[in-house]
C-alpha cells in the first residue's frame, strides 16, 4: 500500500536479488546483503536492466554491518543455507540492523508429516547433503525444511520480536505457508 512507500529495506541473502526487485516499489533505499559476490554482481546487473537504484553488499548475513537502519527486513529462498545453530545469530543479525519498530518478513511452514513424500524426500536429500559435505570442501550448506515453525517462532521471540502469523493466504500446494511477521518492539 501507498503508506509503505520510502520504507528503508533490507533483503538478507538476497542471491540474484529477484525479491530485492519486486520489493523495491515499497522502499525509497533498498539493500541486499549476500556472501557471493558473483550473486551479487547478476543482482546488480539485473537491478541496473530494470531502472533501479539499489544498494548491494557482500557479507556475511550472521552478522551484518548495520545498527538501527531498516524499516523491515525480508528474505527469501536462503534459509536452507543457514544451519540450525546458526539461526539465533542470524536473527540477532536482523533484529540489530532493524529500527525500533521494524520488521522482518517472511515465509515458512511447519512440518510436513513423517510419512510423507515431502519429508522423506527432504530428509533423504539432507543427508546427501551431510555425506558430501564431510568429503568435499569447501562445504556448500543447503538443506530442506529449515527455518520452520515452531522453533523458528521461539528464536524470534527470545531476540525480542513480537510475531505474528498469516495462514491461510495461499492454496494448493502452498496451502501450509504462513507469512510471518516479527516486530522488533520499540
Not at 539465533?88 to 519498530?101: E, Q, R, Y
Not at 515452531?150 to 493466504?169: M, S, T, W
Request: aromatic share 10%.
Amino acid at each position: 500500500s501507498d503508506d509503505n512507500a520510502g520504507l528503508v529495506g533490507l533483503d538478507v541473502c538476497c542471491g540474484t536479488g529477484a525479491a530485492t526487485r519486486a520489493i523495491a516499489p515499497w522502499c525509497s533505499e533498498l539493500v541486499g546483503i549476500d556472501r557471493s559476490q558473483g550473486m551479487l554482481d547478476e543482482a546488480q546487473r539485473r537491478a541496473e536492466d530494470a531502472g533501479l537504484a539499489i544498494e548491494f553488499v557482500q557479507g556475511d548475513a550472521l552478522d551484518m554491518p548495520w545498527e538501527n537502519r531498516f524499516d523491515i527486513a525480508v528474505s527469501f529462498g536462503a534459509f536452507g543455507h543457514i544451519v540450525p545453530e546458526d539461526e539465533p545469530a542470524f536473527v540477532a543479525s536482523i533484529h540489530k540492523a532493524l529500527k525500533p519498530g521494524g520488521r522482518f518478513v517472511f515465509v515458512t511452514s511447519t512440518m510436513p508429516p513423517v510419512t510423507s513424500v515431502k519429508w522423506l524426500a527432504s530428509r533423504g536429500f539432507n543427508a546427501v547433503m551431510r555425506a558430501r559435505n564431510a568429503l568435499i570442501k569447501p562445504e556448500f550448506i543447503m538443506y530442506y525444511l529449515t527455518f520452520l515453525l515452531p522453533q523458528i517462532r521461539g528464536a524470534l521471540e527470545q531476540q525480542g520480536f513480537r510475531v505474528q502469523l498469516h495462514r491461510g493466504r495461499y492454496e494448493g500446494r502452498f496451502r501450509r505457508a504462513v507469512i510471518v511477521e516479527a516486530v522488533r518492539p520499540g
